[in-house]
């Protein structure tokens, strides 16, 4: 948690964070899931603990890293679909005329 005041070194990795998540196939819509398992989690492990107020800690620092982890996400996104136009518009220069096209036999 008190790192959590360095903002300038932990958006940068939580954004890196986050655009990693594309490579392990983790929709944008799970986050709120984790959200919601990990409260859940918290409530069982730490019992009479978890106080509204640990709660509504925990909640916040979540709320905080998943939204610059959702961040990084979508733009790891666009970077690969830009790439895979690109790679499609290369692939489309490349081909010779006529090619791919049935040709009676």
């Given at each position: 948690?008190?790192?959590?005041?360095?903002t300038a070194r932990l958006?940068?990795?939580?954004t890196k964070l986050g655009a990693?998540?594309?490579?392990?196939?983790?929709p944008e819509s799970y986050w709120p899931v984790?959200?919601?398992?990990l409260d859940?989690?918290?409530r069982e492990i730490l019992?009479?603990?978890y106080t509204p107020d640990v709660q509504s800690s925990w909640?916040?620092?979540?709320?905080?890293?998943?939204?610059?982890?959702?961040?990084?996400?979508?733009?790891?996104?666009?970077?690969?679909?830009a790439m895979e136009a690109q790679e499609a518009k290369a692939c489309e220069t490349k081909r010779?005329?006529?090619?791919?096209?049935?040709?009676a036999g």
């Open positions: 948690v008190a790192g959590l005041n360095d958006v940068p990795m939580l990693r998540h594309l490579n392990y196939g983790v984790l959200g919601r398992a859940s989690t918290l019992g009479e603990a909640t916040t620092v979540y709320a905080f890293m998943s939204s610059i982890m959702t961040q990084g996400l979508r733009q790891a996104t666009k970077r690969a679909e010779p005329a006529g090619a791919g096209t049935p040709t």
